[in-house]
């Protein structure tokens, strides 16, 4: 017994070298058809705008956030964002009443650079995905209604009101023309687009240098270059128009939240 | 026993007006929704594949003929803006990111479905320069009547001349 199995092992052992070879030669000839296939087609290198896809997977990890632990967690939000969700400097997003997948998916892309903020990486970093869960549940929940005791900078008066056709037109009807679809098409109340925000209490000079960002590519995380497509066709009054007419306070979908 | 059987003939019947109407419904033969993920998924279109942003737009074939990628997702079509040359046959590729969407070039007979999931392909020839709309032509959601994107015709000595060895599109940068 003990003969045989010696010799079955030899067999395999003699083999080896042969089967090494054989492996080596294919390997080599793969790596030869690889490299040969990158030189014929000088393919423009894959940009990928945003590591977030609205998979099942993603959307369970959403929507398993915990509001009470982000309660605890947006302790480290409060300085910027205000203690109820509603910021005192209009630079700085409002966070009260916000869409939980767009939350979550500025979040992982303040992780992973795609989104560039020195000041939000670096605060990202600080949070694990179930953490931007915990609090985009948090933040969903805070009401959106108007309280003259908390120190918010939320509605701003236009800086000139002639604009407010301006920024209607565009809200409500968007550009047939120009291929431009109405903000309320997807930022709500008529219908809302998985990763579109809700805009209607939104600090204008945010949505204004967010615009901006947008239409010269300094901001490229939006999945399917959807909302660069349409900031690169705005003017820049009417960037300014729509901005200022939700930020101060009279987008369309304050009450219907 | 023959009321049996005419029940079931019925519901086979029913069964296949309804296959019907939705192969009318969307364009496309009715086994493309049993083939079981053959297509692109929708929602991952920008991490790998064809269809990521920097691989949209005309691009040319190695045997030189030309192939034009885009995207329709609700409401805008990427590229919004496509260019592609006069008198040369050019192969659109498109699918869709949510919903059914299609393009029509207006002014010509030409159009194209978008399918989630399905990759429509077909090959038009545009024989002058000009410029043409697209509008989607199918009811897709709230914002469909403003989905409108732009197909330049250029002649062809102009169009090499456009950004050589780029995916090329006339985008506003």
């Known amino acids: 017994m003990s003969h045989a199995s010696q010799g079955v092992r030899l067999r395999i052992g003699a083999r080896w070298p042969g089967t090494l070879l054989v492996l080596l030669a294919i ?34 990890i959403i929507s398993r956030g915990d509001a009470f632990r982000g ?7 409060n300085h910027c964002h205000g203690e109820e969700g509603f910021s ?9 009443g916000e869409d939980r997948l767009s939350f979550w998916k500025q979040m992982q892309d303040f992780r992973s650079g795609k989104r560039t903020s020195p000041v939000m990486q670096g605060i990202a970093e600080g949070f694990s995905a179930r953490d931007a869960a915990d609090l985009a549940a948090y933040y969903a929940m805070l009401p959106t209604a108007s309280d003259p005791q908390d120190n918010r900078s939320f509605p701003q008066s236009m800086s000139d009101s002639a604009r407010a056709s301006m920024a209607i037109r565009l809200i409500v009807f968007g550009d047939g023309q120009r291929g431009i679809p109405p903000c309320q098409s997807c930022h709500g109340p008529v219908s809302y687009v998985k990763g579109a925000p809700p805009l209607a209490t939104q600090n ?5 240098e967010q615009l901006e960002h947008f239409s010269n590519g300094d901001r490229a995380n939006d999945i399917n270059v959807r909302m ?3 900031a690169r066709q705005l003017t820049a009054e009417e960037k300014t128009a729509v901005s200022e007419y939700y930020g101060a306070g009279h987008g369309p979908g304050v009450n219907s939240r | 026993m023959k009321k049996k059987i005419g029940f079931a003939v019925a519901m086979v019947l029913v069964g296949l007006a309804l296959l019907s109407t939705r192969y009318y419904m969307v364009d496309l033969p009715v086994w493309h929704f049993f083939g079981g993920g053959k297509g692109p998924d929708p929602v991952t279109l920008h991490l790998q594949g064809e269809f990521v942003e920097s691989n949209l737009g005309a691009a040319e074939e190695p045997a030189g003929s030309l192939t034009v990628r885009m995207i329709a997702q609700q409401f805008v079509f990427v590229p919004q803006c496509i260019v592609v040359p006069a008198g040369v046959p050019i192969t659109f590729r498109i699918t869709s990111a949510d919903a059914v969407h299609k393009l029509s070039f207006l002014g010509t007979n030409y159009g194209l479905e978008a399918v989630p999931g399905v990759v429509t392909e077909e090959t038009f020839t545009f024989a002058k320069a000009g410029e043409f709309k697209i509008p989607c032509h ?26 050589p060895g780029e995916r090329r599109t006339c985008e506003p940068r």
């Open chain 1, 204 to 208: 204008g000079a945010y949505l204004e």
């Open chain 2, 138 to 163: 199918e009811f897709c959601g709230a914002g469909h009547y403003a989905m409108r994107g732009h197909l330049k015709v250029v002649p062809r000595d102009q169009f090499a001349s456009l950004l």
């Open chain 1, 27 to 60: 390997t080599l000839l793969l790596s030869g058809r690889d490299s040969s296939a990158q030189k014929e087609n000088s393919e423009p290198p894959v940009r990928i705008p945003s590591d977030v896809a609205w998979t099942e997977e993603t959307l369970t």
């Open chain 1, 228 to 230: 660069r497509s349409i």
């Open chain 1, 71 to 77: 309660l605890l967690l947006a302790r480290r939000c």
């Open chain 1, 88 to 96: 005192s400097v209009p630079g700085f997003p409002n966070l009260a």
